[in-house]
Each structure stands twice: as C-alpha cells, then as structure tokens.
C-alpha cells in the first residue's frame, strides 16, 4: 500500500496600503507596470525600506498560530533569473526566518508548521497569442510564506489546511483574500512511500496553486503518478512540475534547484532590526479571535451552517454580522440579509464590504423598518443596494427615491381589485384551495407596486377574493 507524504507551502499577498521595500501603491487592477518606482524595478542607487505594517501583520499571525518568534528582523538576498523578477534577486529570508514551529488547527488535528517568513512578490508574466508580456505592479508587494511539516496525507486534507490559512489570514486582518487576484496561492510537496516504510522517495513540487480545487485534484493527481511509478520500477526525481488545471495533469517544468543554487546572501541594503519586545506584548494583546473561536460565537447565534459558512468567508461580514446583533438586531435575519442580498450587491458593484465598510446600524435599519412593514419585498432589497452603491444612509435612500411601503389601505385595495377582475381563473383557484394561485396573484400585484409589504397584501389578496365571490 503506497501512503502520501504531503507539504504547503502557502504564499499571501498582504494588504498593506505599499510594497514591502518602497512606497509604491499596493493595489490590484491598476493598469500594467503603472505601480513601479526604482526600487522595486532594482534600478541601480535604489534603496530599499522595510514596511512596518508588512512586518506588524506576519507577527500577527505568528503569535496567533503559536511560533516562536526571532529576536531580530533580518533579510537575504535569493538569486535566480526570472522575466517577472527585475533585479534578478528577491529579498526574502534565509539566514534567521522570523517565526519558527506553530501549528494550524484542522478539523479534529493540528498541522505542524516548520517556519513562517517575510518576502516580496515578483512581477506577473501574460501569455497571449505566442508572445508574452510582464507587469510588475506586483513586484515587491509584501509576501509572508508559511511551510509547514509534511504532516498531510491526502488531497482533502491539504486543501483542508489551505482553507483553515485563508481564514487566519482573513480574522487576523492581514489581507481580504479573494482568490481571483492571487492572494493567496500555494507551492504543494508531495512524496510517496510504502505503508510502514521511514525512507520517502523524492519529493516533487506543484507550484502556483491559486484554488482550492486544483490543489486537491493535483494532489490526487501526483499521488498516483508517483505510485505508478514505483510499482513499475521507475526512478522518481526530484522536480518542479507545473498543473495544467484544463487536462488535470502536472507537467515538467525543472529539475528542483536546491538552496545552493540560490546563491543566498545577507541582504546588503538592510541592517537587522531587533523586535522591540514591548511592540511584541502590545500585538499580542489585541489579537481578534480566531476561525475556530469565531465560527463557535456566530453558530451561538443560531445561524444555519450554510450561512455561518458564507459569513465565515469574510472578516468585514461576521464582523458586521456582531455589530448588528450588538445592536439589538435579530442575527438570524441579519445573517439572511448578509449572505443573501449584500453579497449580491457585493458582487454586482466590485465593491467588498471590507472596502466599503456598510454601517451596521444601517442594516439594523433595514431589519426594523421590514419588521415594521414600512420598507417591504423589491423596496426593502433597492434600498439596500442604492445606501451600499452610494454611500448613503439607509434612510436617506428610502426617503430620497420613495421606496417607503405602501400604507394606505385604500390605494392597496384598488391595487388588489384591479389584479383580481384581471385574472379570475387564478382567484377561483384561490377560493378552491390552491395555494399556488396565492403566489401568482400577489406577483401580479407586485408587478405594478413594487413596495407593497408581501406579508399584508397577501392576507388581504384572501380577504378582498372572498369578498369578491361573496359579493357575485
């Protein structure tokens, strides 16, 4: 029987507001090679400096998950050539890592970590058409790598593990991690063995998985490569393959290079920086609580599993999720409107909610005012999107673009009448017992006054029906 011997090594963007060693704009999206200056282009005379925040976040996430943290910051220079990589080295750390051991709660068990380190990110290359292209906007953007011990097993586990760091890195602010803009990604190490036996044959490694699904099928996919080849008597070599995600198969790309290759050296532009222990204290005192401790608080809430997951997913959403429910709303509700109709409006606006910081206090608003009746069905989800898009109070919006429900009885029943002598087969139905008949009538009624409450025309709809039949 062959066993997996599987290892990450997980890269994430920080989101810190510049790049690692200059003060360039760490943005995504923004034109091609237009976030540059001449220290993350290696120009010669450039100057690199550390980035505080850059720094502050990785310790962050090395006190949360346990390391031991290093008395001193230090960087080194890794060499390789690399079109996407200017200076022809990236400033990383080798020498004296920044965190060391730790672990990753996963499920029932914890994964081990071997180290955490503080990098910058080359550039990105496009290929198009036979030719390519590079944009560096991204090189020199801050990076921390966390490696862990070769303590997975499977696929399922080590996609496991990716999920569980895409959540620490959400809870503890280091970044917003949306999987689309290469926030996160992983390096997989995967090595085979016979069941019982100590001795790994060579390990390969599957770099720049950016989704959760391509790292399980790669896993799966390199597991039984490998163990094809040693039932056949092939010799297996340590290598660095690609993942073609189209034909779900990894490919060559080199013979792995070894640390000897990477010609490291002490970082000669910077000085060690000694970790001031008081600074240390202070994170360490204010560390939000993590994915396991949160997903506990929210389904105390009594939220369903599917929308604790989807709340889950985001910092800014179980954040708003608390302050909402802190403020008397009810959390099930909110949690309805969260992971329903604002992540729509989320999507539709390319704008997330930690960008856009919604005010609980407008979603309580819009919870009370439905509650109430005032704000109702298509109105109620209007006003939400409008006060999101535009940065306007909820009340604001209802009052500005007259979204307030209808209220007067009279105005609703001539609204009815007029729905009910235009479809008398369906008001038949109704008055038969066809429930079905319901739906399809207030439809119509909702079609020619979208902020009619659904709860109280419908009701209504029953009444004036049996009124009408009463009545012939």
Not at 144 to 159: C, D, K
Not at 432 to 444: M, N, S
């Amino acid at each position: 029987m062959i066993e997996a011997v599987i290892g990450l090594e997980v890269h994430i963007e920080l989101g810190t507001k510049t790049k690692m060693f200059c003060r360039c704009e760490n943005r995504f999206g923004a034109p091609p090679n237009t976030l540059t200056c001449p220290v993350c282009l290696g120009l010669p005379g450039a100057l690199p400096r550390p980035n505080q925040d850059a720094v502050e976040r990785v310790v962050r996430l090395a006190l949360a998950l346990g390391a031991e943290l290093a008395p001193v910051l230090e960087f080194d220079r890794k060499h390789y050539f690399y079109p996407d990589l200017p200076k022809g080295y990236q400033i990383s750390q080798s020498r004296t890592i920044l965190a060391t051991g730790g672990s990753v709660p996963v499920g029932d068990r914890s994964i081990g970590l071997h180290h955490l380190h503080l990098e910058e990110d080359a550039g990105k290359l496009a290929h198009l058409g036979g030719r390519a292209s590079v944009d560096l906007n991204r090189a020199g953007v801050p990076l921390v790598e966390i490696v862990s011990l070769p303590e997975m097993h499977s696929g399922a586990e080590a996609r496991a593990f990716m999920e569980e760091i895409r959540l620490w890195a959400e809870h503890l602010g280091l970044a917003e991690v949306r999987m689309e803009q290469g926030v996160l990604r992983a390096d997989l190490n995967v090595s085979v063995r016979r069941a019982g036996d100590e001795t790994l044959h060579p390990r390969t490694e599957v770099k720049n998985m950016n989704s959760f699904r391509a790292l399980e099928r790669a896993v799966t996919y390199e597991v039984d490569r490998q163990s094809r080849a040693i039932q056949a008597g092939e010799p297996l070599l340590q290598e660095t393959r690609g993942w073609d995600d189209q034909a779900g198969r990894t490919y060559l790309q080199r013979r792995k290079e070894t640390a000897d290759d990477y010609r490291y050296m002490p970082e000669p532009d910077l000085p060690s920086y000694p970790l001031n222990e008081a600074w240390v204290v202070e994170i360490a005192a204010h560390l939000p609580p993590g994915p396991a401790a949160l997903r506990k608080k929210l389904a105390e809430l009594g939220l369903t599993p599917e929308a604790l997951s989807v709340v889950m997913e985001s910092r800014a959403r179980s954040q708003l999720l608390l302050e909402a429910a802190e403020l008397g709303a009810d959390p099930v509700a909110a949690a309805q409107w969260i992971v329903g109709d604002l992540a729509r409006v989320e999507r539709e606006s390319g704008m997330s909610l930690a960008e856009r910081t919604y005010p609980a206090s407008d979603l309580v608003e819009l919870i009370r005012r439905v509650d109430q009746g005032t704000l109702a069905g298509p109105g109620a989800k209007r006003a939400l999107e409008l006060s999101y898009r535009d940065r306007r109070t909820l009340s604001a919006v209802v009052d500005e673009e007259g979204l307030a429900a209808l209220s007067d009885q009279r105005e609703l029943d001539r609204l009815i009448d007029q729905v009910l002598a235009a479809n008398p087969v369906a008001v038949q139905d109704l008055l038969a017992g066809q429930e079905k008949a319901l739906g399809f009538l207030l439809g119509q009624l909702m079609r020619q006054a979208r902020n009619v409450d659904p709860k109280s025309a419908a009701g209504r709809i029953r009444e004036r029906a049996k009124a009408c039949s009463a009545g012939s």
